[in-house]
């Protein structure tokens, strides 16, 4: 049973496998919805707008906004201050953890359903589970950042959470925080591979910031993988990314 | 009429991105500090302009990039074009031909892997790419067509 909707601006897609699954998806896209009801910048409805409006204080945010904030500054301080939610003017935009967030939140509700083999891609972050319908490892394509139609990797994340993040279709929605002025058209887009789905997005974020660099902070990151493509078509890639390739049992 | 007019210069822009997107993006450009940084694991542009502007693609041939001091050492690449696409980066001079340079740029900056992308067999259950919304599709057209018009 695969079933997408159209939650925080982007196409959300989950299988899982089995036929007596319909409750556990529904379950996950109402805990998505909720979610973006929460922290949607483009919602003035929203906790972030209250916030970021003045008629709410981050001090007396709820439970959920002050997690996030909290995995934000953790990020923050792990990749230099390249992740930051703090924008130019000001506001607070969370979005760029949020989705891998409630990923790894909507995963966990399908698994604690009792299901083990399903997978959720929001907007091209991923979490997998187990196997697909037919018994294989879930094979993950990365896609052509200049041809969208077109997958020009193939991984087998065995578990692991993949995350992809890229200027080429949203315009240069992710900036150099420590320089709001320079385009990062350098890369256009970085695949990583992560423990989770979560600590895949917001190292993809940070990663993507830092431009040509953001390779090597992840190969310099234990449990990481990344797969960063220029604006001339050249994949650069980590020492293990290959391992994900070439164990696909499909 | 004004309406038809707005959808003709939508249709032109968004002919004028797909434009840009499949002939000016693969335009090498050099970026400025990528000597000092960056150098050894990124292939440098070839020496000779290989776009010429009213084609827009890569010619067919073989290209030796300038040698590049990269602080800790030369770095020179050669890549290949065939069929108008970007088919091998060789490099020809790398950084590691003493001790003391090698150890410099195992430890600071690792030699990665690169290759040219291609398209896979479409045989995938779950696609990532970056996220897509049509807000997103109209501030990229806008960039594009900004670095476009220099």
């Known amino acids: 049973m695969r079933e997408t909707h159209l939650i925080m601006g982007m196409p959300i897609e989950i299988e899982v496998v089995g036929d007596t699954s319909q409750p556990a998806i529904e379950d996950a896209f109402a805990y998505l919805a909720a979610v973006d009801e929460r922290f949607s910048t483009y919602k003035d409805t929203s906790e972030i707008a209250a916030i970021n409006s003045g008629s709410a204080t981050a001090v007396e945010a709820s439970e959920e906004m002050q997690e996030v904030f909290a995995l934000a500054e953790k990020t923050r301080n792990e990749t230099r201050g390249f992740f930051n939610i703090c924008r130019p003017d000001g506001r607070l935009d969370p979005s760029g953890i949020v989705k891998g967030w409630a990923v790894l939140n909507a995963a966990r509700r399908i698994a604690a359903a009792g299901h083990a083999h399903f997978f959720i891609n929001a907007g091209g972050d991923v979490a997998t589970s187990g196997k697909n319908a037919r018994g294989e490892d879930w094979v993950v394509g990365v896609r052509n950042p200049f041809n969208p139609e077109e997958v020009v990797k193939r991984i087998c994340p065995q578990g692991k959470g993949v995350a992809t993040s890229g200027s080429y279709l949203r315009g240069a929605h992710i900036y150099n925080p420590h320089n709001s002025s320079q385009l990062l058209d350098e890369m256009v887009s970085i695949t990583i591979i992560g423990p989770d789905v979560l600590e895949a997005d917001r190292y993809a974020t940070a990663a993507f910031a830092m431009g040509r660099e953001g390779v090597f902070f992840i190969e310099s990151l234990p449990g990481f993988e990344a797969y960063a493509i220029d604006r001339r078509g050249v994949a650069t890639m980590t020492s293990g990314f290959e391992e994900y390739t070439k164990t696909c049992q499909c | ?150």
């Open chain 2, 1 to 150: 009429m004004k309406k038809v007019f707005v959808s003709l210069l939508l249709i032109a822009l968004i002919v004028a991105y797909v434009w840009y997107q499949t002939f000016v993006v693969s335009v090498p450009r050099e970026s400025e500090n990528a000597a000092a940084t960056t150098a050894p694991l990124v292939p440098t542009p070839a020496s000779s302009p290989v776009v010429p502007a009213a084609v827009g693609r890569y010619r067919d041939g073989v290209y030796v990039g300038d040698a590049v001091d990269a602080f800790y050492g030369i770095v020179q690449v050669q890549v290949t074009v065939s069929g108008g696409a970007l088919t091998a980066i060789a490099l020809l001079r790398v950084p590691d031909d003493r001790e003391r340079t090698i150890a410099i740029s195992n430890s600071s900056l690792p030699i990665l892997k690169q290759e040219a992308i291609k398209a896979q067999s479409a045989q995938v259950d779950i696609v990532s790419g970056a996220t897509q919304t049509s807000e997103g599709f109209i501030a990229s057209l806008a960039s594009a067509l900004g670095q476009a018009r220099r």
